[in-house]
């Protein structure tokens, strides 16, 4: 069968449990197994299984009420019920919440094998038709960091190429009395600073390397770091594309430590970010174009919210944003993928939520009107 999948079984009767269990494990990666829909809700919180089987009728919360907090938490989430009972009253329900299958007791075991191994068929196609969008975005990225570079780079050769140049007109017309100790010593330090300024320019030219080096290394491990520091790096990659179209940055930030994954949550912010440059570089409405970042916590999570001055998004389309391929803009500036790989980045790789609203807001006794996109993170990964 396709690759193997995790799967959380809930049953309060032991011999079923017991039994079933053993069939179930056959097609899973991983097996979590509950005895009542709470204990059940408990796992899927710290799992994240792929596909939930459940009894329903059971002691403490029934199969139907873990099902409904299920999908609060992943509205897609696979489910199979799995029931003595065929009163219509549970169909209707089972229907309601969009469930994949309900299998009455005792169990067929080969409908159930055939339940499974669609679900991981389709979970398995879905992970790989994620990968290409991640990697297409990536791509994306990639050709907008190289332009970033090119630009970051044009100073820092310039004052190279011009420091360069001084010295060699300053030996070619012999500026310097070479004969006399006053004139070594003048141009010795001379020499001397502009070496020193080179070696700067070229120390900033390898900073703009390191961090288009790290932006698209492949670690996975989590580690504990500073959101300011992740915005730092973020913005290093930007910086020059807005200084190019005059968008005045507005940063508030406490000083909050998280566990998770940077170069994912770089990635997501870059997104976002760059999202909003978009915005702000096409609405001429405002003398001032306008990007705030806020960093806060609240509940115990941590909480971006990035807002900008562009009009807003259109109320039509607002829904549509996270959507696959989804884009305002035309062919040759975006793919749609950024902002749906994103939200898959920020829910699936570390555990947040993100969400995204037209606000109007003042700044300076001037109001405004832009979207604001929020990232809910936890502190610590579980």
Known sequence: MEDKITILYVEDEAEARDGLSTFINRFAKELFVATDGQEGLELYKKH?????????????????????????????????????HSEKDFFMKAIDLQVDGYILKPVDLKL???????????????IKYEKQLKQQVKMASMGDMIGNIAHQWRQPLSAISAAAFAAQMKIELGIFDLESEEGREESQKYFLNQLSDIEKYVSNLNNTINDFRNFFSPNKETTNF?????????????????NANNIELIFDIQDIEITSLENELIQALLNIIKNAKDALVSFQENSKKLLFITIYKENNKAIIDIKDNAGGIPENILDKVFDPYFTTKSESEGTGIGLHMTKSIITKNINGNISVENIEYEYESVSYVGARFRVSLPIEQN
């Open 112 to 126: 159930l094998k055939y339940r499974i191994e669609s679900i991981a068929k389709t979970i398995n196609l879905k």
């Open 48 to 84: 994240n299984p792929d596909l939930v089987i459940s009894d329903i009728k059971m002691p403490n919360m029934n199969g139907i009420d873990m099902a409904k907090e299920i999908k609060e938490i992943c509205f897609d989430q696979h489910i199979i019920f799995t029931t003595a």
């Open 226 to 242: 500073k959101l300011q520091k992740s915005v730092d790096k973020t913005m290093s990659l930007l910086k020059s594309t807005f």
